[in-house]
């Protein structure tokens, strides 16, 4: 039996990676369902279901073959109109980063746009975003983050490409 091991992990990042990354997708935008790659198996596993009505504004991943200051892989929400499925690789234009402070650290969540997509070519920077758009976003990730026990105040700052 032949065995095939995919390491999503090692993806090439793109060949304009400055501009247009791969993002492997864990979490479909809508889903109340937090999946995540576990690289020893190959495979995306249901890590746990978000109480109430918290769900994730966006499809939310990692660029393969980069990593984020915390030593993990580089965390990506990609705005999406129709979710896509855990393991999609995803081609999205880079348009800013959302600055989360956590605990006096400072984490980093890229945000794109999906490049293939006519209904983002206006979309260049996070000020292109409706603010009811990034509230939600600001709304999911202040919910997230106190689900995950921690009960000081988190404040998503928007950060545009410099």
Do not use: W
Not at 70 to 93: Q, S
Request: glycine fraction near 8%; charged fraction near 30%; proline fraction near 7%.
């Amino acid at each position: 039996m032949n065995e095939m091991n995919v390491d999503l992990e090692a993806l090439p990042r793109g060949e304009d990676a400055l501009r247009v990354v791969n993002v492997v997708i864990e979490v479909p935008v809508g889903s109340r369902n937090k999946y995540e790659y576990e690289p020893e198996l190959g495979v995306i596993m249901l890590d746990r279901v978000l109480p109430g009505n918290i769900r994730y504004p966006g499809d939310y991943g990692f660029v393969p073959s980069a990593e984020g200051a915390d030593g993990e892989p580089l965390d990506v929400m990609v705005a999406a109109y129709e979710p896509v499925f855990p393991g999609c690789v995803v081609k999205a234009r880079i348009v800013g980063a959302l600055e989360m402070s956590e605990g006096g650290e400072v984490e980093y969540t890229i945000f794109g746009v999906p490049d293939n997509d006519p209904r983002f070519d206006d979309i260049q920077t996070l000020e292109d975003m409706t603010e009811q758009n990034l509230r939600e976003i600001e709304q999911f990730f202040t919910a997230f983050k106190r689900l995950e026990g921690d009960e000081e105040a988190h404040e998503i700052i928007r950060n545009s490409a410099r």
